[in-house]
Every structure is written in C-alpha cells, then in structure tokens.
C-alpha cells in the first residue's frame, strides 16, 4: 500500500510517522507514505494555494490548479513505477472533509484490499475548491463529527487504521487474523494496586488459568472494538 499525501504542512507528517508500528512497516516496505508540498505546484511568487469564495463569506478556499498539478505529477508516478515494475496499480483519490462519508474500520479494511495507491487531498481554512472532486472524481471522506483546522490529521489517521490491515503490518501478538477476544478491562502488572487506601485487583478469572472462563468473561466485557470489525 502506496500513500501519497498532498498538504501544505509535509513536516506534520514526520514525527508520528517515524515512529513504532508505522515505521517498521516502511522500513520492511508493507506501505509507503509520500508528502508532496502543494506550495512547489504554484506558479506566482508568493506560492499562493487560496482565494475568496465567489458568493462571499469568510475565509479562504484552495484553488483547483496547484491541486490538480500535484495529483497529476503523482498520477504520472504511480503509472511509472506499475510500468518499470510490471504490476498493475489501482489509485483511490481522497478528499477530506467534514461533510464526507464517514470513515471506518470496516472502510479501512475493504479499502487496504481494493488498493494499491491512495492520494490524500488535505485541506485548509474553509475547504477545497468543489470541481476538485469533479474532476478526479475523488471520494469525501470525514473522520468525525467535528472541525478541526486541516486535512493533516484525518490523513495520518486513515493512513495509520489503514496500514493496521495491510498484512505484515502487526506482529504475531497483535495479529487480525487471532480470534481472540477484545475486551475493554485489560490488566497488567501489579496484581494488586493501592490507591489512597483502597485496593483495587485483578478480576480473579483473569488469574484462573481457565481460558473458556476468561473468553467468557472478556466476552461481557467487550468493547465496541469486536463489533467496529478489528
Ligand atoms: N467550513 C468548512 C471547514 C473546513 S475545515 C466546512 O465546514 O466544511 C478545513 C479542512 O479541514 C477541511 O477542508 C478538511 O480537509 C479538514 N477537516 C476538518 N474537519 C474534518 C473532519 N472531521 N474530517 C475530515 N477532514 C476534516
């Protein structure tokens, strides 16, 4: 799985990707995420990627045309790389927004398999430009009902709940394809913990040994996670 990012923020991308699960999953080549800076496809100046909403209101929205050039270089380089490597690619194109369809773990999975390439349009201030969507017939996607200020951070997280189905991706430990149970109430170290005076302590079936007991039990305590489709 090939991500290809388009922002005016590539360093937002850095650190979180540079680290743990997502980062063994690049060096080991399961995935691979690629920033373009919308700000190198301007043309004037002063890199301008904005303008006034026809219709007036507050706020700005970003131009069709920087937008597009940049889909349309990384197009060209998908299209190079299936010819050298003679594979076939198939390219999803994303646009965020609020409004959109909202994205699941049940989206991820179908999307992980479908896919060998997603471009992520990321927006900022009062959105994209709506003939972007027309034109590269691009798919809306929201990752929840609020606003947060740009695209950056809807990408990194269907970037990160995406990669999470690539196969390879967890080890053995976390692995999608064990059957085992997800519950909310997890327990560690200590058995036992002391907090002013009072003590709190491992459910004793979890210290049973009884694994039919513990299924059971993690069973009534499941979360959301069993149903969302881990
Ligand atoms: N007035 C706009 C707000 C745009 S927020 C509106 O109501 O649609 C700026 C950008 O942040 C959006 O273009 C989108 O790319 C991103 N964004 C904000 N909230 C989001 C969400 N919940 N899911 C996905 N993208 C979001």
């Known amino acids: 799985m090939r991500f290809h990012v388009v922002t005016i923020f590539p360093n937002m991308f850095e650190s979180y990707f540079a680290e743990s699960i997502i980062s063994r999953a690049i060096q080991s080549k ?57 594979l076939k690619s198939k390219v999803l194109i994303i646009i965020f927004n609020p409004g959109g369809t909202m994205f699941n773990n049940k989206i991820a999975k179908e999307t ?40 950056e951070l809807p990408a990194m997280v269907c970037m ?30 200590p058995e036992v913990y002391e907090f002013n005076k009072k003590k709190y302590k491992v459910p004793k079936v979890l210290l049973s040994g009884n694994h039919k007991l513990i299924d059971e039990f993690r069973m009534k305590k499941e979360n959301k996670i069993g149903k969302i489709g881990n």
């Open 112 to 151: 992980a398999k479908k896919y060998t390439d997603i471009i992520f349009i990321c927006g900022r201030y009062e959105g994209i430009d709506a003939r972007v969507k027309k034109i590269l017939k691009a798919k809306e996607w929201s990752i929840g009902e609020y606003v947060l200020t740009g695209g």
């Open 30 to 86: 399961l995935i691979s995420i690629d920033t373009y800076a919308l700000r190198d496809f301007t043309v004037d100046k002063h890199r301008r990627v904005d303008g006034r909403p026809y219709g007036g209101g507050p706020g700005m929205v970003m131009w069709v045309d920087p937008i597009l050039r940049c889909v349309e270089k990384i197009q060209k380089s998908i299209e190079k790389r299936s010819k050298v490597k003679n």
């Open 160 to 189: 990160d709940v995406i990669s999470r189905q690539v196969k390879g991706v967890l080890n053995d430990e976390n692995s999608l394809e064990e059957t085992r149970m997800a519950s909310h109430e997890m327990y560690a170290r």
